[in-house]
């Protein structure tokens, strides 16, 4: 088939017309969220058309022809619909590059003529440190307002405070004179719903009638944020990452990092982490900061002209979105470099560190959560650690890496149920029915209740005399033989039993729901309900070493450095570990990682623990699949993402997979300057390729270019409007010079200057491992395959991604677009 040789394009196969058309934000993404469509607009095709928009491009009949390689050079005016690219489609890196030096060039060159190209040209070289700021200041001053209003809206599922109804629980009795100690969260100004409603505030009715209240909200919030996601914005849903990844290798997706998108996305995140599902706002931080970048490079036509000087933006932005989610600037950084971008030149890591330094700075100054932190569980340590704790520290690695592992197969087998059944239709429904189960189970234990980041800022806190937690419920031992400053090791007393089984069914609790949350059509982070899974974890284990070094002192593992009475083990440690062991098995994150847990605590000390419970993690992890949860996600949707981790050893040649093989039609290819415009046209009605390879004749079958369909299209339909004597009879030449033609023959049209005369060729006998690795390091779409000059064939990304999944022994179809 036609559509198996080369990728499609969304054409309308009979107007011209079609190109310029553009599809809206709710057109792009089926409301009900079942299944993205990539079958009639797949992206790896052939080039689609240029790639600035509003660049100014002419052609010409008649004089000599320009050896510039800009697109329609001698046109008069712009074209619409001219340098962009349609929906669905990569763009061309190279063709980008080359773009953005000419026009540096060109500012260069201009520079000294008069002051006011002098002052352009210095508001094009800052234009970067501008756009990155601004991206900054608005994802800081957005992750502050949704920290706050998150807050604010956990705690009305609870009670209200009626001195002042903007305050959470917390505010709401920092003023006050009546509290106590051990009931540091009661006081008179904070109403739970019982007392509002029923007048109580003790007893079974008081704990039913908060039950219902409990429900009720969660219920409102799930459901308001699934219909507005679902009526304004379908691409407000999910985490985000999955696809501003598969954006930062060159992917385009129209309206997902809109104004629409963002304000949706904004608000909508606040409701889902209010209504308590197991998510996290984290990793949707990363998608509001990166539409913010994408808006404000609108403003910059450095920016909006250039798609991969764009995506220099968005890698900056992801920097500062990880910045404000954790309080890491330097973890923000490492992350964009790590995990989701593909081209990470060194002025983009200046770049991303500035964005990550301003909007950490914003976030700072609004403080959101009062305790003058960046996050809400910033901890602080002072115990070392021991030798001997390495052993527990890498039995948690362990358990990070298997729940890493059964979370990707597990989540990926629910999506794929999700895709492929009727349940898949009813995305509403489906948030309505995990946010009544969440909250049906939640509520009667005290940890599944609490908001996800305030269990882990319980868990990560370290027992000290001002705490009243039921963790830190210890028996005082007056018979220790040596007083110290810290608290020492204490057996546990009746709450730390209580709490540990609570923490037990809460583990039981987050795994289960966490593996049907993530991918419903909310926003939905992953990075704090796993962090939240390692930290129960963790704080259970660190409970035990603890309570083993107390009773079993004079172990011989024990009795060199836990002397009775010292303060040995810190369980918040163990839960600190647990969490980024947890973490690094979900998304195989490494180095980034630490640096964020690490910034989290402020202590060097515990580099080496981490770094152990996050590598063993990895190692575990990718002893049962190589792929992140991201990676799987990305290969569920069928994005064309040539994952740069990924090796390729197969020892295949460029014409074991090139097209079209001996079973399919012949390449369709045109001639120099042989064919008039009428076959021309036919030859773009009948077809769905994208773009096709310029030869000298049929029968020598020497390459001279590639023309592309859209710049076909739009040149045709120009010169009929704009030249005279340009018929369907008129000779189209794409040779330097016009062929002698009958004196009563109609005007020829000449389309040199359209012709793409470097296009990227490699030989039939060349190793797959090579044209793999091209199209990774250059980003092509596709290159043409010849054998002593002559034209063979063509491989595109689609091609080599086919290729990929059979020699992985996958099914081709089941990876590609469904």
Known sequence: MESEQLFHRGYYRNSYNSITSASSDEELLDGAGVIMDFQTSEDDNLLDGDTAVGTHYTMTNGGSISSSTHLLDLLDEPIPGVGTYDDFHTIDWVRERCKDRERHRRINSRKKESAWEMTKSLYDAWSGWLVVTLTGLASGALAGLIDIAADWMTDLKEGICLSALWYNHEQCCWGSNETTFEERDKCPQWKTWAELIIGQAEGPGSYIMNYIMYIFWALSFAFLAVS????????????????????????????????????????????????????????????????CGNIFSYLFPKYSTNEAKKREVLSAASAAGVSVAFGAPIGGVLFSLEEVSYYFPLKTLWRSFFAALVAAFVLRSINPF?????????????????????FPFILLGVFGGLWGAF??????????????????????????????????AAFPNPYTRLNTSELIKELFTDCGPLESSSLCDYRNDMNASKIVDDIPDRPAGLGVYSAIWQLCLALIFKIIMTVFTFGIKVPSGLFIPSMAIGAIAGRIVGI?????AYY????????????????????????????????????????????????????????????????????????????????????LNGYPFLDAKEEFTHTTLAADVMRPRRSDPPLAVLTQDNMTVDDIENMINETSYNGFPVIMSKESQRLVGFALRRDLTIAIESARKKQEGIVGSSRVCF??????????????????????????????????????????????????VTHNGRLLGIITKKDILRHMAQTANQDPASIMFN
Not at 245 to 262: D, V
Not at 544 to 548: I, R, T, W, Y
Not at 552 to 576: N, Q, R, S
């Open 735 to 784: 040779a330097q010079h016009t062929p002698s033609l009958p004196a009563e023959s109609p005007r020829p049209l000449k389309l040199r200057s359209i012709l793409d005369m470097s296009p990227f060729t490699v030989t039939d006998h060349t190793p797959m491992e090579i044209v793999v690795d091209i199209f990774r390091k250059l980003g092509l779409r596709q290159c043409l």
């Open 228 to 291: 507005l996601v679902k009526v304004f914005a379908p691409y407000a849903c999910g985490s985000g990452i999955p696809e501003i990844k598969t954006i930062l290798s060159g992917f385009i997706i129209r309206g997902y990092l809109g104004k629409w998108t963002l304000m949706i996305k904004t608000i909508t995140l606040v409701l889902a982490v209010a209504s308590g599902l197991s998510l996290g706002k984290e990793g949707p931080l990363v998608h509001v900061a990166c539409c």
């Open 407 to 440: 979370f990707i197969r597990a989540n990926i087998a629910w999506c794929r149920r999700r895709k492929s059944t009727k349940f898949g239709k009813y995305p509403v429904l489906e948030v309505i029915i995990v946010a009544a189960i969440t909250a049906v």
């Open 544 to 548: 035990a070493v603890e309570q083993l």
């Open 552 to 635: 079993h002192h004079d172990w011989f593992i024990f009795k060199e450095w836990c002397e009775v009475g010292a303060d040995c083990i810190t369980p918040g440690l163990y839960a600190m570990v647990g969490a980024a062991a947890c973490l690094g098995g979900v998304t195989r994150m490494t180095v980034s990682l630490v640096v964020i847990v690490f910034e989290l605590t402020g202590g060097l000390e515990y580099i080496v623990p981490l770094m152990a419970a996050v590598m063993t993690s990895k190692w575990v992890g990718d002893a049962f699949g190589r792929e992140g949860i991201y990676e799987a996600h990305i290969r």
């Open 370 to 390: 009062g305790n003058s932190r960046l996050v809400l569980f910033y901890v602080e340590y002072h115990t070392p650690w021991y030798l001997f704790e390495l």
